[in-house]
C-alpha cells in the first residue's frame, strides 16, 4: 500500500534469533520508488516482500539479493503484494531468477496476490504460466 516504504518495513520486521548462517537476512533495502524487505518464511526459507516500483532502474537491487541467495536448498518466496508498478524489465528478472534458481537446485517462488495493475503487466508479457504452472 501507498506509504508503507523502507522506513515502515524496518520498524514491523521481526527479530529473527539464531537463524542459520545460510538464512541470514539483510536490512530492508529500497530508494524512494523500491523496497525489499525480508522475514523468515513459516516453511523455513527467506520471504522477500517487494514494494513501490520494479522496472529497468531497480531491478539490479532485486538480482543482486536473489544472487546473495542462491544457495543450493535455499527456499525463496517473493511476495509482490505491495508491488504497485512493474515494467517487462521488473519481470523479465524475476523470470531470470527463477529459471536461475530451477536450474541451481534451489527454490524461488512468486507468492500473490498482486495489484490488478502488476497483473495485467504479468499477463501482458504472458508470464504467469511460467511464474504459476500449476494455476489451472
Same mark, same amino acid.
Given at each position: 500500500?501507498?506509504? /508503507?516504504?523502507?522506513?515502515? /518495513?524496518?520498524?514491523?520486521?521481526? /527479530?529473527?534469533?539464531?537463524?542459520?548462517?545460510?538464512?541470514?537476512?539483510?536490512?530492508?533495502?529500497?530508494?524512494?520508488?523500491?523496497?525489499?524487505?525480508?522475514?523468515?518464511?513459516?516453511?523455513?526459507?527467506?520471504?522477500?516482500?517487494?514494494?513501490?516500483?520494479?522496472? +529497468?532502474?531497480?531491478?539490479?537491487?532485486?538480482?543482486?539479493?536473489?544472487?546473495?541467495?542462491? &544457495?543450493?536448498?535455499?527456499? &525463496?518466496?517473493?511476495?509482490?503484494?505491495?508491488?504497485?508498478? +512493474?515494467?517487462?524489465?521488473?519481470?523479465?528478472? +524475476?523470470?531470470?531468477? /527463477?529459471?536461475?534458481?530451477?536450474?541451481?537446485?534451489?527454490?524461488?517462488?512468486?507468492?500473490?496476490?498482486?495489484?490488478?495493475?502488476?497483473?495485467?503487466?504479468?499477463?501482458? &508479457?504472458?508470464?504467469?504460466?511460467?511464474?504459476?504452472?500449476?494455476?489451472?
Amino acid at each position: 500500500p501507498r506509504g /508503507v516504504g523502507p522506513e515502515r /518495513v524496518l520498524q514491523n520486521r521481526s /527479530v529473527i534469533r539464531d537463524a542459520p548462517t545460510r538464512l541470514r537476512l539483510a536490512p530492508p533495502v529500497g530508494s524512494d520508488t523500491f523496497w525489499i524487505s525480508e522475514q523468515l518464511d513459516p516453511r523455513g526459507g527467506v520471504r522477500l516482500g517487494l514494494g513501490g516500483e520494479l522496472d +529497468i532502474a531497480t531491478a539490479g537491487e532485486l538480482r543482486e539479493r536473489l544472487e546473495q541467495l542462491a &544457495v543450493p536448498g535455499q527456499s &525463496v518466496v517473493i511476495d509482490l503484494r505491495w508491488l504497485e508498478f +512493474i515494467d517487462s524489465s521488473g519481470i523479465q528478472e +524475476i523470470i531470470r531468477e /527463477v529459471s536461475a534458481a530451477r536450474r541451481d537446485g534451489w527454490e524461488l517462488q512468486v507468492d500473490g496476490p498482486m495489484t490488478d495493475q502488476v497483473a495485467r503487466t504479468v499477463d501482458l &508479457v504472458g508470464a504467469r504460466a511460467f511464474l504459476w504452472p500449476n494455476e489451472g
